[in-house]
Structures are given as structure tokens and as C-alpha cells.
């Protein structure tokens, strides 16, 4: 039967793209977007520009309401409670029901939670959506403490916004340096170092327990150290939306299982985006994966899935962020085996590559150096066998490597 209608539940990027390319790809049926935050935007900002108020919150939409209208997408400002898969049917919170012949789940995920005591309490913060950052702007002030709990990309960009407004930072992180896994040692160290750098108190440990009182809050940690913040930001990562795909008896496994072409166990139930993950023919599941990119190309590939087009090819993943004024990118994968190649400029690392045992480039990350990365993408892509010798030299233009 020819495909009439679909409804994404969820407006972030996956299931914007979804809808984006349904409609570039010819679909003429009806389209709809379920949402409790209305129309869609986009999430990287809030640690960044939307944060510090450099964007407002029109900026930061994926697309504005005009685009909707000219596009003949309906949005609907709702929350998905419940699906009947049988029939196509999508619940909302509101009673009110919605019918369609597919269903596509762009549900993301929430904000991970710490679990030990205390790190339920409501005064804990977290950075998800766009309300989280009205709520930390506003708190935000001179001499305001704010101790963040987790040093990744969310924590290190919300660590470095903070300073604009001139607080006092704390940042915490088990591990000593963050980051190693996605840009490799070097660069991991390098980014780091520049926390203490620019005045924000580094803490290497493990919380054990968070309390608070009419002074703030109270961080016990396993050092026995406790450190005093009148403000608390958790940022460690999030836990994929699977209620609504476990509600309708889809199979979960830290996400919604989905193959290829991003179906679910359910054959009028797509998923995309951070809350799927894929399971390969033979069982095997991949690392579910919360890039923005991924959503896009999670988003693309659903939409011809459901058209019965022929499926994008996507390219070695990509990942970005920004913090004290540096600009971060990485692409392909810096963890596993094999051997990391770092360039130096004058003594300092600038880039790190990861080269399988075959001599051809699995992973890339550079600072402030976005054409490396955009080269070292169309190497991995290529499978082309490069000289370490070569990429560790800042003379060598990677463009002509990529050739």
C-alpha cells in the first residue's frame, strides 16, 4: 500500500530530518510532528550561544514556523504517552489520539542522573533542553559558585560559558583527562589544562553523595574531600527514551532496536536518533550513539527506508564542540587498537590520528583545525594507506593525502 501519512514523535534533529527529507524526497502525504516543546530546534547551543544569550530562541530553530507551513507539516504541541502499533495510533497526553500508517520514534533521551544520594534532588541541575538553560541563565551571576559533575563535552562547554558570567567554577570528573576516548590522549590533556588555565578548579574523583541546605550544596567525595557550591549542573551523558517502544511491546536494549533501514520489531514503528540502536543481521548490537550527526543521518536514512528508496551512504561519524574559545572536531574513532600519530605546531598538539593495523586512518581529532578533519574524513572513507611520518608533519597539507 502506498504510504499516506507518518508521525514523528520527537522534534530534535533526527526527527526533524526525518521530515526534512521526506518531503525532499517526493513524499506528498501528511506529515506531522508530536512535541511538548512545539517547534523543533537544535541542541548544541544550549551549553554555548543560546546560554549565554548570543542567540535567542528563534535562532536556534531548525527551521522557522513559516517553513512548517509552506511544508504542510503539522506541529503538534503534545506529549506521546502511548502507542498502538496495530493500528498506527500515537496517544497523547491530552486524550486526544492520532492515527497514521508509520510512526517514527525521534524520542532522544533525558538527562542521566547520578545515582547516590542526593542526586535526585530537585535542585540539582542538568542542561537537556531549552528550559534547563532559561533556568541556569537566570541563576548564573558574579561570584555565583557553580561545581559541574561530569567533564565532557557538555560539562567542559558549560564550564567555559559560565565564566562569561563571571562565576566561580568547579569541575569534576572521575577520570583524569576526559575526553581520551574521542580525540585521544594528547588533545585530551591539551583541552583539559585549559580549565585551570582560565581559572576553574579541576576535581579528579567520584561523588559519593550531595546534600542541601539554606548555604548551598554539599559534594562528599570519595577523597574525602567535600566541596561547597551554590549551585550543582550534572552532566554525565543521558538515558535513551524507550517508554513509549517498551509501552508497545518493541524490543529495548539500552534504546530502541532498529536495523538498517531503522525499522523496529514493529513494522509500522520506526525509531531514530539517540534512542535507537542498531542491531546488525547477525545480532550483534552497535554502540548506540548521541551525536548530532547521527541523528541526521539516522533521520535521512528513515525517511527513504519508508519511501522505499535506496538507503544514504553516510560517512566516518563527526563530532564538534567548543570551549574557551577553541574549536574541537573529530571524526572516524580514536578508541582501539592500532597506532596514534599526534602533530605538533611549535610543541603543542593540534591533531591526533588513529591508524589501524593495516595502515589506512580509523579516527581523526583536531583543534581549531576543521579542514585536517574534513581531509582525515575523506581519508577514512577511502580506506587510503597514509605515512605516519607524513601526518605527524604540520607542513604536510592532509588534502593531498586524501587525494
Known sequence: MALESVIVVGGGMAGFTTVKDLRARGFEGTLTIVDPEGLPYDRPPLSKDYLLGTRTGEQIQLADAAWFEEQDVRVITGKA???????????????????????????????????????????????????????LRSLLRPGVHLAIIGAGLIGAETASSALAFDAEVTLIDPVEPPLVPAVGLALAERLHHMHGARGIKVVTGVPLAISAGEAGHRIEMDSGETITADLVL?????????????????????????????RTSHPNVYAVGDSSRTRLPDGTL???????????HTGSTAAAALLGQDLPVHGASWFWSDRHGVHVEGAGSMLGDGTIVVREKDGVPVASFRL?????????????GGLTVRAARRIIDRGIRVDPALLADPAVDLKKLAR
Not at 552497535?286 to 541526521?296: D, I
Not at 589501524?356 to 581549531?368: L, N, Q, S
Request: glycine residues 12%; proline residues 3%.
Open 81 to 135: 504517552v502511548a502507542l498502538r502499533p496495530d493500528e498506527g495510533m500515537v496517544l497523547l497526553e491530552s486524550g486526544r489520539e492520532l492515527s497514521a500508517d508509520k510512526i517514527v520514534l525521534a524520542t532522544g533521551g533525558a538527562a542521566r542522573r547520578l545515582a547516590i544520594p542526593g542526586g535526585d534532588l530537585e535542585s540539582v541541575l542538568e542542561l537537556r533542553n531549552r528550559a534547563d538553560a532559561d533556568n
Open 234 to 262: 550534572v552532566g554525565i551523558g543521558i538515558v535513551p527514551e524507550t517508554a513509549l517502544a517498551a509501552s508497545a511491546g518493541l524490543e529495548i536494549d539500552n534504546g530502541t532496536l532498529v536495523d538498517d533501514h531503522q
Open 286 to 296: 552497535l554502540r548506540r550513539a548521541e551525536h548530532w550527526e547521527h541523528a541526521m
Open 356 to 368: 589501524a593495523d593495516d595502515g589506512t586512518m580509523a579516527g581523526c581529532a583536531a583543534i581549531d
